[in-house]
């Protein structure tokens, strides 16, 4: 037993691995310790002096933050003595606060509005006009930075420190005139910046993207994964189902794969789900007119002409953003139940697939290369993959081709280019969700599909981890279906009647 | 389940014993209401009743009617677009959006603020719940219109009508943000404020 130690935490024996941390016990053992400068990515400041508690045998109280548990030590979280300090803990911190919550983006999320609910509730004794500091400082193109509302935790300076080593923040002035900046007129630049918004405790830093969109509140939180790129962050979006729109993504804490951060890009992936960029109803060509049908007619006439030309004569073109499930659900239909063939990956021209930045970030920008490449090693027949030779693709003539397109637009610029390649099929069959595909020309119908914060499943990372899906919301299409409900429908006997 | 059988109280046979007593209140009320008629229509007594709508009949101000936006000094609406008064109207028929105003002194603005009036249930919680006295209740209670598009009030229209007659002003300070909130005067500035005759 020489490696944990077992201490006391109200009335209970606690054991934890040596070294270990008061806080992070007490974190271990869901017992709250109210703080603002202690985060469990970031190193030990012990600046706010407001996670105190009560040490048997100490003179005063200590911080839980950089206090190492050690054994036999008997800790107390909610003696008088601590609510006390968390009391002046906190009016010490609102001394110099504006109190501007109605226009402040964190009400709701904010640490000195919890802490004061849970702990504070005491009338102001402050008599002093407040101190005023520059309010809405431009600190670069995602930043908005607030000094008034900073209480000068730190934790953005350790951020930019310890994470992504820019140390581009710095605490500049003394006493009650300190205040966060960055040195001279210089911006933050990196693709990490949104975690500062996410780690600021109070509304000092807010998103330049989500600024004014939303109050906190009204949204709603569904965890999944980025499909930004193949590194597969976990993350949670955020969204109104009442208006189908998505507002932001957090990351979630995840020690294997992204541990608490995520970067900008990944936040821009919920972008292309909103209702005014998706297509919402399957259309067809008919008679050389764009019109809009039910899914089912749309699928029929694939079937339709799937049995007209063969299996031999039809090719699946498969991009990587499709969940293991799914993919599962399209090869078994097309390739085993109705033997095609020839299956070409859709994963772009890129060729610094392998790039890494250091942090979260790899240049591979499919989210589930390898759980497309597993679902692919099962199967038989001809896989291509298709970077350049789309044209020889179409230079071999497959009569039908089955389009499962990539989701997140910025990450496929090629999509639209490679659109324009397919032209000459006799009938090519979008399954997208994307509306600004129904500008191609040579399509003969377009599917709806369901984005990824829609759908429950898996995809496979550049380890070959699992990364679940795990929630989904309702589609902010209508009609839209995962891959998995458009093949069911596909694979139900056809209607005698034709819609 | 079992059945329990209670006793039924005897019957009163007595229909006019038993009917005594609403008769009796029925007959005071009816002279009340006739004693009022006559002396009002003798013009003994003065009437309430108002032939509208030829003749206005005012409500007070703490009536609860048509919805108004209070202004800034400049004439630029109060609201600041904290979604408050949306968040707590039962109805869900307040609608904002909100924008980057181009003055760092007032940061956060509405760019659409809209009240389903259709929706309104006239409860207040709107007024109640604004921390800045942007959005009140006024004595507008004549509310008619023809087309559903004109039942959704606009920001324009909430802060503007003509009936406001150029608009009433926030009693709450603009500068809230950069004062101290809740600031209780000193003894010594309290002192002066008392010497020069303005408390």
């Not at chain 1, 100490?58 to 300090?85: F, H, S, W, Y």
């Not at chain 1, 541990?259 to 890009?265: E, L, Q, S, V």
């Not at chain 1, 085993?336 to 591979?364: N, P």
């Not at chain 2, 956060?108 to 007024?127: A, N, Q, S």
Request: net charge neutral; proline share 5%.
């Amino acid at each position: 037993m020489a490696d944990t130690v077992t201490f006391r935490l109200n009335d209970k024996n606690v054991t934890v691995p040596k070294g270990w941390t008061v806080m992070q016990a007490a974190k271990q053992e869901k017992v709250d310790i109210p703080h603002f400068c202690w985060h469990p990515g970031l190193s030990v400041a012990g600046v706010c002096r407001f996670c105190m508690v009560h040490v048997q045998g100490a003179r005063k109280l200590e911080i839980a933050c950089n206090l190492q548990a050690t054994e036999g030590m008997v800790v107390r979280t909610d003696t008088p003595e601590v609510k006390e300090a968390h009391k002046w803990g906190l009016e010490f911190h609102l001394i110099n606060h504006p109190l501007d919550c109605p226009v402040c983006d964190q009400a709701g999320e904010c640490g000195l509005q919890d802490f004061y609910m849970e702990v504070g509730k005491y009338p102001s004794q402050m008599t002093r006009p407040k101190v005023l500091k520059p309010k809405a400082v431009d600190l670069g193109p995602r930043l908005i930075l607030d000094t008034e509302r900073c209480i000068l935790c730190s934790r953005c300076v350790r951020f930019e420190e310890e994470v992504t080593k820019t140390n581009a923040l710095g605490i500049f002035d003394r006493g009650d005139r300190a205040i966060i900046g960055t040195y001279g007129e210089e911006k933050i630049a990196h693709n990490y910046q949104e975690n500062l918004v996410d780690i600021c405790p109070v509304g000092a830093f807010t998103s330049k993207k989500f600024r004014f969109k939303q109050r906190v509140w009204f949204l709603q939180e569904k965890s999944t994964i980025c499909p930004g790129c193949s590194t597969g962050c976990k993350i949670q979006v955020h969204a109104r189902t009442d208006r189908r729109t998505y507002y932001r993504v957090k990351p979630q804490t995840d020690e294997a794969v992204n541990g608490f951060w995520m970067c900008d890009k990944g936040r821009d992936t919920i972008t292309h789900l909103n209702r005014e960029s998706r297509l919402p109803q399957a259309q067809m060509m008919i008679e050389g007119k764009k019109q809009t049908v039910p899914v089912p007619q749309a699928l029929n006439s694939l079937q339709r002409a799937i049995a007209a030309a063969g299996a031999q004569h039809t090719a699946l073109l498969v991009s990587a953003h499709y969940t293991v499930e799914e993919y599962q659900a399209f090869f078994d239909y097309f390739c085993t139940q109705l033997g095609v063939k020839t299956i070409y990956q859709w994963r772009g021209d890129k060729e610094d697939r392998d790039a890494f930045d250091g942090i979260l970030w790899r240049g591979d920008e499919n989210p589930n290369t390898a759980g497309l490449l597993a679902s692919l090693s099962q199967i038989q027949g001809r896989k291509v993959e298709a970077r350049n030779e789309l044209v020889a693709c179409v230079a071999q003539d497959p009569k039908v081709l089955i389009a499962l397109c990539p989701e997140v637009p910025f990450t496929s610029t090629w999509f639209q280019g490679d659109l324009a390649k397919l032209e000459g099929i006799s009938h090519v069959s979008l399954w997208t969700c994307r509306y600004e595909a129904t500008e191609a020309a040579g399509i003969t119908s377009w599917i709806p599909m369901k984005g990824f914060a829609e759908k429950t499943g898996h995809f496979l990372n550049y380890q070959g981890a699992k990364r679940e899906l795990e929630e989904a919301f309702p589609s902010a299409a209508a009609s839209a279906l995962s891959v998995v409900e458009a093949v069911q429908q596909l694979a139900l006997p056809q209607p005698s009647v034709t819609l | 389940m079992a059945i329990i059988r209670v006793p039924r109280p005897p019957r009163d046979t007595n229909v006019f014993a038993a009917a005594w007593g609403y008769t009796t209140t029925i007959c005071t009320g009816l002279t009340l209401t006739l004693t009022i008629f006559f002396r009002q229509l003798l013009k003994r007594e003065k009437s309430e009743t108002v032939e509208w709508p030829e003749q206005p009949a005012t409500y007070g101000e703490r009536f609860k009617g048509k919805h108004f936006l209070t202004k800034r000094e400049d004439g630029q609406v109060r609201c600041t677009a904290c979604f408050l008064c949306a968040t707590a109207c039962p109805a869900q028929c307040i609608h904002i959006e909100a924008g980057q105003h181009p003055s760092n002194e007032i940061e956060k603005f509405p760019v659409r603020f809209e009240i389903d009036i259709l929706r309104c249930v006239f409860c207040g919680y709107c007024e109640e719940a604004c921390p800045v006295d942007a959005i009140r209740l006024g004595p507008e209670y004549a509310i008619v219109d023809t087309s559903e598009k004109k039942w959704v009030y606009t920001k324009d229209y909430l802060a503007d009508r003509p009936a406001l007659q150029g608009g009433i002003h926030s009693i709450k300070p603009e500068n809230e943000k950069h004062t101290s909130i809740g600031h209780e005067p000193t003894a010594g500035e309290r002192k002066s404020q008392a010497h020069h005759g303005h408390s």
